[in-house]
DNA sequence: AACGTATATCGCCGATGTACGATAAGTCAA
DNA sequence: TTGACTTATCGTACATCGGCGATATACGTT
């Protein structure tokens, strides 16, 4: 992505682009349906449901963490996850309002550009 | 990438991670905020508003298009380009139940992990 | 300490994404 | 047709992603 160059765009531009960006992976969307199923999953019991790799669920669980989407908690020798729906409420809540999908129906919008736009 | 191994998922949760991914790019959702505000605009006012080439431009106006979310029509020699809701609302609600935002509060749950998994 | 288990990280690779200039393809006007 | 204009596509360079095996790290048990 070359960086992105993500400072030419607003905080919340990046902060939704990488939110989207969390969940743009079949697997990690499985994985959290799996939480959403289940509650709390341990990373073994992940990495057993899915088709993939150890090493490659422990990534995709890590890009969700450092996106804010899960939590974790220490017990024993196994780590139990679990939703942040916090964090989740948050985030749709911004995408709802950045795609319009909130209030105010489709806006019906006059259509200026074969009008005045003829520069 | 690398085809993802999508073969391995979902229909379903690949459709989510596509759309997940056409959102993954702060451009896109400059995108998706100045055709929510405006309605309807053509490349060229897209290509104004953003701090990049057209040509870059244009390819992210392409992804949004892949991904549906994107209406347009041919005037002139000008196009124009606007939200589709459609699709939008479709996908929003599918992402509703995936992250279990709608209804169903966080689910409590008992958490197993340390009581009967200590095989 | 030594072992087994659970999870994260590393190194490598091929595939994809992002960015750009250059160019093609299309429309409209003269 | 020529020319100005608008948008898409090509070619290239580089960064990041996604996959894996191997390894490191951490914990609990003996």
């Not at 992105?4 to 765009?9: G, I, N, R, Y």
């Not at 905080?11 to 079949?26: D, R, T």
């Not at 349906?33 to 422990?58: D, F």
Request: with cysteine; charged share 15%.
């Amino acid at each position: 992505m070359t960086a992105s160059k993500t400072e030419l765009f607003s905080e919340e531009q990046s902060s939704l682009a990488a939110f989207a960006g969390a969940l743009a992976h079949p697997a990690r969307i499985a994985i959290i349906e799996l939480l959403q199923n289940r509650g709390e999953s341990t990373s073994g019991e992940i990495v057993q449901t899915l088709p993939l790799a150890q090493a490659t669920v422990s990534q995709h669980i890590m890009a969700l963490r450092k996106a804010g989407l899960l939590n974790h908690r220490d017990c024993g020798k196994k780590i139990c996850y679990s939703l942040n729906y916090d964090q989740i409420r948050q985030f749709c809540h911004s995408f709802q309002c950045t795609l319009g999908t909130t209030d105010a129906p489709p806006t019906p919008v006059p259509s200026t550009c074969c009008t005045e736009e003829n520069a």
